[in-house]
């Protein structure tokens, strides 16, 4: 008795809510105007407001306020990697792509140099052959393995990305002649997916493990879900934020969708064998937050209703790439689902279907030559990127809404 009361400690640890009041912080800073997110983060555009509350079943469209369909797209701009290209992302401004590749190296491009490149009738003449207006802004290298998977950070100018090597980098892209990481977090498996939460403090990282990371980036503190039983069983595929940062939603090989309290980093609901036990490749949130919508290795399509747990539409005729977790995407107002048709490997196509009536559309021949492994399109406006394993990602770009 005497040991254990030398031994114990006088007052026993509290229970910390440090996570709790980190996340309700971020909250805070998220309902915070832009001018005191600049002045926090100064960098990135803040995300323009396109006065668009995305797609909802029970709202009628506006006559004529639909975006142009995916057949009127065209390619404005191609950039070439040494080896496949698989991974890709927007800012959330849609002013930046990143792409990553196989050759272990990331490109960021500007958009509007793209979109310049392509229209001015002579680039000589305007100037536009100096290096300084190049599409290609910054090329980094500091994986030593395959890109797998890359963010933007919501407000500043930092670029994350995940690799084969076990690792996670940042980039700060505010710096052109900085061609390595500023920083470092090592994991122990293949790094499949990141999503940073809105205010940008913390980041979501799906890997090759059951286990879901949350970092806190400031300190690079780890968190996981408090139960066990609440993680999924088998490796991640992809992990997603929702628009206001109080769910997030969880993909994985073992064929179930989870979708969890941000806050609480509890899971409050699981859909299990959502894609018929097949792996469940992608998932992502409706603007409004009402939809997640997912895509897994049956080629197939759904957009579950969040309020009752259950499928509302399904959407179908293109056939999923068998070796890559490719996932379905909304355009920019979410009057359009895209997807990789996959039926031939050689020249695969760009499937689209209409969100509300799950009509397929006109197909668009990708250009590519290979398989394509990821597609990505702006969050702002009609543009999309499609990157393949014939080393070339491509800039697709239309004049509409």
């Not at 440090?18 to 998220?30: D, R, S």
């Not at 800012?91 to 792509?97: A, R, V």
């Not at 408090?226 to 490796?235: D, F, L």
Request: hydrophobic letters at 30%; a neutral charge; one cysteine or more.
């Amino acid at each position: 008795m005497k040991l254990t009361q030398d031994v114990r400690p006088k007052a026993p640890c509290p229970p910390s809510a440090h996570l709790f009041q980190q996340v309700n912080k971020a909250k805070q800073t998220e309902d915070s105007n832009a001018d005191q997110i600049d002045a926090k983060l100064p960098g990135l555009t803040p995300p323009i407001s396109c006065g668009i509350n995305g797609f909802d079943l029970e709202a009628m469209p506006k006559e004529g306020s639909k975006a142009p369909e995916i057949g009127m797209y065209e390619t404005y701009y191609v950039t070439a990697h040494k080896g496949p290209c698989r991974a890709a992302c927007f800012t959330d401004d849609g002013k930046l792509i990143a792409t990553g590749s196989a050759d272990c190296s990331i490109k960021v491009l500007d958009v509007d140099r793209m979109i310049v490149k392509t229209t001015t009738p002579s680039s000589k003449d305007h100037g536009m052959l100096g290096m300084e207006n190049h599409p290609v802004i910054r090329t980094l290298y500091d994986h030593v393995d395959e890109v797998t998977t890359m963010a933007f950070h919501p407000s500043s100018p930092v670029l994350v990305s995940g690799s084969r090597d076990f690792t996670i980098k940042f980039f700060d892209i505010s710096k052109p002649s900085i061609k390595k990481a500023y920083r470092s977090i090592q994991e122990v498996e293949t790094i499949r997916s990141l999503s940073f939460h809105p205010s940008g403090d913390f980041l979501l990282v799906g890997t090759e493990h059951p286990t879901i990371r949350l970092y806190e980036i400031n300190t690079l503190q780890c968190y996981v879900a408090s139960n066990p039983k609440e993680y999924h069983n088998g490796p991640i595929t992809q992990v997603s934020y929702s628009p206001s940062g109080h769910l997030y939603a969880s993909t994985s090989k073992d064929g179930s969708i989870k979708v969890w309290d941000g806050v609480s980093n509890r899971c409050i609901s699981t859909f299990p064998n959502a894609h018929n036990g097949n792996e469940v490749s992608a998932v992502r949130f409706s603007k409004n937050s009402k939809y997640l919508l997912t895509s897994g290795k049956d080629s197939l399509i759904f957009l579950w209703e969040l309020s009752t747990g259950r499928a509302v539409s399904m959407y179908t005729g293109a056939k999923a790439a068998p070796q890559y977790a490719v996932g379905a995407t909304f355009n920019h107002t979410e009057d359009y689902i895209l997807m990789p048709d996959s039926t031939d490997l050689h020249s695969p196509k760009i499937a689209c279907w209409d969100t509300r009536s799950t009509e397929k559309l006109k197909v668009l021949p990708s250009g590519h030559t290979n398989t394509i492994g990821c597609l990505q399109h702006s969050p702002t406006a009609t543009a999309f990127i499609s990157c393949s394993d014939d080393n070339r990602a491509r800039f697709w770009y239309s004049e509409g809404i």
